[in-house]
């Protein structure tokens, strides 16, 4: 089952513009992950946020948590056309990820060049 | 280190047919995940590997079984196949058991007609 929802599900904007992708998801968790997937292969983890931490920041990608929202968000500053792709979140249960990366449907993202 | 390779890349089976699928991780990584992605359902968990012992699976049928080797590798095995396992089957691998950053392969992309 679904665990995240990441709205929205489509994003077009120009290059050089900042994305935000938002995650929600349902119940408590250890981690949260976002991954990319380029044109239906495989996934590349970008970074990774603890239950017990706020903010992360890596090059020019910064997450956010909010566990008493259940909510996630990633923020892409200076877009690429290389960004293009699609983004979804993942989440680790507590107990040592008993069941895996949780996922949600994924924000398709379109840079304009 | 060379990335987690998948084979074969793209697979066309008929309905009722068998199909097994194959997964090298990244060298030294013990622990072999697969998952199921769909447009409709998304990414989907189905089981890990470690040690060449199922640690855990998600909720799919029993069509569906995987296996671990001694070297890490893994195969996963769809019997009596449905229209419904169309679908690109991800492989992700970690140096341990219930590690939270998963490395993905390829994926598979398999058409059942």
């Known amino acids: 089952s679904q665990q995240g929802e990441e709205d929205p599900q489509a994003l077009s904007i120009q290059e050089g513009e900042n994305a935000t992708m938002n995650c929600s998801y349902k119940?408590?968790?250890?981690?949260l992950q976002w991954y990319r997937q380029n044109s239906g292969r495989g996934l590349v983890h970008l970074i990774l946020?603890?239950?017990?931490?706020r903010e992360k920041h890596s090059g020019r990608l910064r997450v956010t948590l909010d566990t008493s929202k259940k909510s996630s968000s990633l923020l892409i500053t200076a877009s690429r056309a290389a960004d293009t792709a699609s983004y979804f979140c993942?989440?680790?249960?507590?107990?040592?990820?008993?069941?895996?990366?949780?996922f949600g449907k994924g924000t398709h993202l379109i840079i304009q060049p | 280190k060379a990335g987690v390779t998948q084979t074969p890349r793209y697979l066309i089976k008929t309905r009722g047919q068998q199909v097994t699928l194959s997964c090298s991780p990244i060298?030294?990584?013990?622990?072999v995940s697969w998952y199921q992605q769909t447009p409709g359902q998304g990414l989907q968990f189905l089981f890990e590997?470690?040690?060449?012992?199922?640690?855990n699976k998600g909720n799919f049928p029993g069509r569906f079984s995987g296996r671990q080797f001694s070297n890490s590798r893994s195969e996963m095995n769809v019997s009596t196949l449905e229209l419904g396992d169309s679908a690109l089957y991800l492989c992700?691998?970690?140096?341990?058991?219930?590690?939270?950053?998963?490395?993905f392969g390829p994926g598979t992309r398999l058409l059942v007609l």
């Open positions: 590997y470690f040690s060449e012992t199922q640690r």
């Open positions: 946020i603890r239950s017990n931490e």
């Open positions: 993942a989440t680790v249960s507590p107990g040592g990820g008993a069941d895996g990366l949780t």
């Open positions: 992700a691998s970690s140096p341990l058991a219930g590690e939270e950053t998963q490395y």
């Open positions: 060298s030294g990584h013990r622990s």
């Open positions: 119940t408590s968790i250890n981690n």
